[in-house]
């Protein structure tokens, strides 16, 4: 029988999903799956290993199918298809861990009572990451259950990168920079020491650009901020969200234009960034592949950003020594890559652009620094070897000493 760490991913619509062989203290992916159309239209699919399709099953929409329906469904399929496989421990993507978790942690009654408090802080995400939790805790009592949050890797940061300059008071109630895509962030971290320990012990920016965008500024491994914030809005533009806007925009979005709350968030977060701004496509291939106008502006604007994120961070390591790029557009799109390489050539970044076109690991000249890289993120990895690490113990939260402050 194979013993398998299960990962799963929730969101509103979806919950995704990995299975991952253990075999002591290895990994080995066996199944890549999402159930997509929650509420709309469901659809299952399940890749495995060599891209081949192990399920494809439209549900029907006349069924009302819930999040809860579509995590059965998940493990209905694992039983059912593979005899074979016995799930050892699931690991949970949660999006925050609030002020309290700096690592990932086995969850139990108390825990999961800790992170229901923090769905104020994000709504948007909290409760569709929980939802399964409490299922699996019903459906299967006894099987470990871990949360790996987007939060805790930037736990490490300096009080100053956590404060917005507002009274103390609401610092204290839990209104601070947390920063977001952790479990990326760690995975880049680890897999840049395998590459080159040198440049993984140095001070690393690394450019996280997928559907969601966000920098980090890493020393010797550990996070010292990134450019979101209290929520995975603010820093750089992403495929629909606008990225850092002066608050003033709202006020005056509110006030003099008359807009609803609703409609100013939904402006905000599905229909600004790239998509808002070129008025063509969020999806990066389809920009650069186009002559609009306002397809160049947004990548323009995108590089733009980059750029300044760059230096920003590049100020707070006090330095660079690595330059990283990794998910959707940093692992596939040399020409934004490239130019982001160009513009830092202040900093010392350079390209090498046969190395670039193919797509790296190492894009920069052997032996220069800052070196420049593209490293492929896995977040369920990630997930899945904290899972195998905490499964036979409960381990309890660090703190980070807030206290003390
Ligand atoms: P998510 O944040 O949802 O995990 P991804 O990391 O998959 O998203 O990134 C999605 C983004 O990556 C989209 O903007 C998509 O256009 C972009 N992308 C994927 N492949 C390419 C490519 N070959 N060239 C340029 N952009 C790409």
């Known amino acids: 029988m194979t013993q398998v760490i299960v990962v799963l991913n929730a969101g ?8 991952f062989a253990v075999a002591g203290a ?30 494809d099953e439209t549900i029907s929409p006349a069924k009302e199918m819930s999040q809860e329906d579509a995590v059965h469904h998940v493990f209905a399929w694992l039983v059912s298809h593979s005899a074979g496989l016995k799930v050892m421990a699931v690991g949970h993507r949660v999006v925050h861990g609030g002020p309290v978790y700096s690592e990932p942690v086995v969850v139990d009654g108390p ?21 399964p939790i409490r299922v699996l805790a019903r459906s299967h009592p006894g099987l470990t259950q871990v949360a790996c949050f987007d939060t ?5 940061a300096p009080l100053v990168a956590e404060l917005f300059a507002l009274p103390r008071e609401y610092f204290d109630a839990g209104v601070r920079r947390y920063g977001f895509h952790g479990s990326s962030y760690e995975y880049v971290t680890h ?5 080159d320990p040198a440049a993984g012990a140095g001070r690393v920016v690394i450019a996280h650009l997928g559907n969601g965008c966000s920098m980090a500024a890493v020393l010797a491994g550990k996070s010292l901020g990134n450019t979101m914030g209290f929520t995975a809005i603010d820093g750089l533009p992403m ?28 402006l905000l977060y599905n229909h600004s960034g790239l998509k808002g701004l070129s008025g063509v496509s969020n999806d990066m291939r389809e920009l650069l592949a ?28 006090k330095g660079l020594d690595a330059l990283v790029f990794t998910a959707g557009i940093g692992e596939h799109a040399a020409e934004i890559r490239a130019r982001v390489c160009r513009d830092a050539a202040w900093l010392g970044v350079t390209l090498d652009d046969e190395a670039n076109r193919r797509g790296g690991p190492r894009i920069s000249p ?32 660090r703190k980070k000493g807030d206290d003390a402050r």
């Open 152 to 156: 805790a890797f930037h736990r490490t």
């Open 12 to 19: 509103s619509s979806s919950v995704k999903f990995s299975v």
């Open 26 to 55: 290895d990994l080995r992916r066996l199944y890549r799956g999402e159930f997509e159309g929650i509420g709309t239209a469901p659809h299952f699919f399940v890749k495995d290993a060599g891209g081949a399709t192990a399920a």
């Open 239 to 266: 495929g629909t969200r606008c990225g850092q806007i002066d608050p003033g925009v709202l006020f005056y979005l509110m006030q003099q234009r008359g807009m609803a709350l609703d409609a100013v968030e939904d």
């Open 366 to 397: 052997e032996g220069r620094t800052p070196s420049a890289w593209v490293i492929p993120t896995d977040e369920e990895l990630m997930i899945a070897q904290h899972t195998l690490r905490l499964l036979g113990g409960v381990s309890s939260p």
């Open 111 to 131: 825990t999961l009572d800790a992170l229901t408090a923090f769905v104020p802080l994000a709504p948007l995400h909290q409760p569709h990451n929980l939802t």
């Open 290 to 317: 186009s002559d609009h106008p306002g397809a160049r502006l947004a990548v323009d604007y995108f590089v733009y950003r980059i750029g300044r994120a760059l230096g920003e961070l590049a100020a707070v390591l």
């Open 191 to 195: 897999a840049l020491r395998a590459l």
